[in-house]
């Protein structure tokens, strides 16, 4: 993978630090600014909001220009978090989490088409790999890390070493992403919007909502879950919630390797043990090594599952290749937000600390109907044009058998 890759990730860390540093935050935000704490808490669906709206609209603004692009979001990112460090008004730091979003979704939307332009075409699913690395290193280090600056020095300082971070990223890309990865005439968004209508995009789109949905509702839960369920003391918490990092760098790595070769058995068996696995947890929550055990192994597979299905969105996405990666951010952010609102509505109906696993279990089990109802729907379509071989730019229906007969291009 060329050296740029890695350095588009150390953006992409700090990005993901900024989305989920807030959980450690929240209380400190509260007292300091004299809000109460759903109020704090409301910068982080603040921060999902800009994501899902921001993604293909600021994609657009980086179809002419990548790198400038790439530029322009970092250095908004990076001047953002210096005015949420320094202001003291709740109105402005709500601002500059959605302004701070906004940028995120257009850097990644733009960092997808570019890191996808810069490998072979049968190697997206390595490349989008390593951006997504950056994020699973934010849950390992950089979110635990922003609480324990937050306790040391203050929240304050956990946004100022966000903008630090993004310091050195805003040098690399511009040394090192070329300047001929825009393209070379003018994009067109409305060409880029009509290939987004391929009804296997809006599949994959959909798993990859869904899925996503499943690990955010229970891992936005996991802290009380393990404390009134498993009976986890506190002071083990950062310990956990870095495990399910671990966990989710290793689904990634795992997500890199297997995604441009045999996407569809990861997917299908990923997918069956997800259900599985969400199930067997919230059976077993009660034991300490049985959740242990399940937060390392779910934040695997949901991981794998999740890289893979942005890779297979980017390559049903070809014939629009920056928004492409924007409606996979979208989307994916779609269930961020969906799966920790299903499962608080679960907790405020009384089903306990347990049921954000069952509603896990369900999103999961609705992926796996729609992708069968999907499955079906192709095979009933009659013979086709076989499809391009996987290395083309072209590959195949995802949950379908590669190279079948019976799976006709969209």
Same mark, same amino acid.
């Given at each position: 993978m060329p050296l740029v890759l890695y350095l588009l990730g150390l953006a992409v860390f700090a990005q993901g630090t900024s989305e989920f540093m807030l959980s450690g935050l929240v209380s400190d935000i509260a007292a300091d600014l004299d809000v109460s704490v759903p109020a704090a808490g409301s910068l982080t669906s603040a921060f999902a909001v800009g994501m899902i709206v921001g993604a293909p609209l600021a994609a657009v603004l980086g179809m002419r220009s990548r790198r400038r692009a790439l530029l322009?979001?970092?250095?908004?990112?990076?001047?953002?978090?210096?005015?949420?460090?320094?202001?003291?008004?709740?109105?402005?730091?709500?601002?500059?989490?959605?302004?701070?979003?906004?940028?995120?979704?257009?850097?990644?939307?733009?960092?997808?088409?570019?890191?996808?332009?810069?490998?072979?075409?049968?190697?997206?699913?390595?490349?989008?790999?390593?951006?997504? /690395?950056?994020?699973? @290193?934010?849950?390992?280090?950089?979110?635990? !890390?922003? #609480? %324990?600056? &937050?306790? +040391?020095?203050?929240? *304050?300082?956990?946004?100022?070493?966000?903008?630090?971070?993004?310091?050195?990223?805003?040098?690399?890309?511009?040394?090192?992403?070329?300047?001929?990865?825009?393209?070379?005439?003018?994009?067109?968004?409305?060409?880029e919007l009509g290939a987004l209508r391929s009804p296997r995009l809006l599949v994959t789109l959909l798993l990859g909502a869904l899925v996503n949905g499943a690990t955010f509702c229970a891992f936005t839960y996991l802290e009380p879950l393990a404390t009134h369920v498993t009976g986890v003391s506190q002071a083990w918490l950062? /310990?956990?919630?870095? @495990?399910?990092?671990?966990?989710?760098?290793? !689904?990634? #790595? %795992?997500? &890199?390797? +297997?995604?441009?070769? *045999?996407?569809?058995?990861?997917?299908?068996?990923?997918?069956?043990?997800?259900?599985?696995?969400?199930?067997?947890?919230?059976?077993?929550?009660?034991?300490?090594?049985?959740?242990?055990?399940?937060?390392?192994?779910?934040?695997?597979?949901?991981?794998?599952?999740?890289?893979?299905?942005?890779?297979?969105?980017?390559?049903?996405?070809?014939?629009?290749?920056?928004?492409?990666?924007?409606?996979?951010?979208?989307?994916?952010?779609?269930?961020?937000?969906?799966?920790?609102?299903?499962?608080?509505?679960?907790?405020?109906?009384?089903?306990?600390?347990?049921?954000?696993?069952?509603v896990s279990a369900l999103l999961v089990a609705l992926a796996l109907l729609t992708a069968g109802a999907a499955a079906l729907r192709a095979g009933r379509r009659g013979p086709g044009v076989t499809p391009a071989p996987e290395r083309t730019s072209v590959p195949p229906r995802p949950w379908t058998a590669q190279g079948s007969p019976r799976a006709p291009r969209p």
């Open positions: 322009a979001f970092l250095v908004t990112f990076l001047l953002a978090h210096m005015a949420g460090a320094l202001t003291t008004s709740y109105g402005v730091l709500l601002a500059t989490r959605v302004v701070s979003a906004l940028a995120n979704a257009g850097f990644l939307a733009v960092a997808l088409a570019t890191a996808t332009s810069l490998v072979a075409p049968d190697a997206k699913g390595r490349a989008t790999s390593v951006l997504l /690395g950056g994020t699973t @290193l934010a849950c390992v280090a950089g979110v635990p !890390g922003g #609480a %324990l600056l &937050g306790q +040391v020095w203050g929240w *304050r300082a956990a946004f100022w070493a966000v903008a630090l971070v993004s310091l050195p990223a805003v040098v690399a890309v511009a040394r090192s992403v070329p300047a001929d990865t825009a393209d070379r005439a003018p994009a067109d968004a409305r060409a950062p /310990g956990l919630l870095a @495990l399910f990092g671990l966990g989710s760098f290793a !689904g990634v #790595a %795992l997500g &890199g390797r +297997v995604a441009d070769r *045999r996407p569809v058995p990861l997917l299908v068996a990923g997918s069956l043990a997800l259900l599985a696995g969400w199930a067997a947890f919230a059976l077993t929550a009660h034991h300490p090594v049985a959740t242990v055990a399940f937060t390392f192994a779910l934040g695997t597979l949901s991981f794998a599952v999740g890289s893979t299905l942005i890779a297979r969105a980017l390559y049903a996405a070809t014939g629009a290749p920056t928004l492409g990666g924007a409606f996979a951010t979208a989307a994916f952010n779609v269930g961020a937000a969906l799966g920790p609102w299903a499962g608080g509505r679960a907790i405020d109906a009384g089903l306990g600390y347990r049921s954000p696993l069952w």
